[in-house]
């Protein structure tokens, strides 16, 4: 975990990718990903922060992750999706953490990303329905 904290830092950081440091000078399937993880649009993506776009949105807001997603922590990001809306004044707001789904809200076992090819769910009937019932209860009065 220390190592993947240096390499996004490294990453999200405006230093030139041609001077890596010298404990990723020796790993050539770490420089390649540096080298695909250095473009402009990377950079800007890991440095971009939305909770200001967000406080600005007023219409009711479905926020929902896996509790095994390993791509969007689930805790830290429901949680601040939820206090940024509220805190500017939307109170329409619901934030689902689906038990046992992934990234993609498929039923999994570790929710890592090698996973997804395996599995043959789409998504997940529980997802599909909360989404649905939702859409449902958001618009029926529109």
Not at 21 to 49: C, G
Request: charge should be negative; aromatic fraction near 8%; include cysteine.
């Amino acid at each position: 975990e220390a190592l993947n904290n240096k390499i996004i830092n490294y990453i999200k950081s405006e230093i030139d990718p041609n001077e890596l440091p010298e404990e990723f000078k020796n790993n050539e399937l770490l420089k390649a990903q540096i080298d695909q993880l250095t473009s402009p649009w990377m950079r800007y993506f890991l440095n971009y922060d939305p909770l200001p776009t967000l406080a600005k949105v007023t219409c009711p807001v479905l926020a929902l992750n896996g509790e095994k997603d390993l791509q969007v922590p689930p805790k830290e990001n429901l949680s601040s999706i939820e206090k940024t809306l509220k805190g500017a004044g939307n109170n329409k707001v619901t934030a689902i953490e689906f038990k046992g789904l992934n990234h993609l809200f498929q039923e999994c076992e570790t929710g890592s990303p090698t996973e997804y090819g395996n599995i043959e769910q789409t998504i997940s009937e529980k997802a599909l329905t909360t989404i649905s019932n939702w859409i449902v209860q958001n618009t029926a009065n529109n």
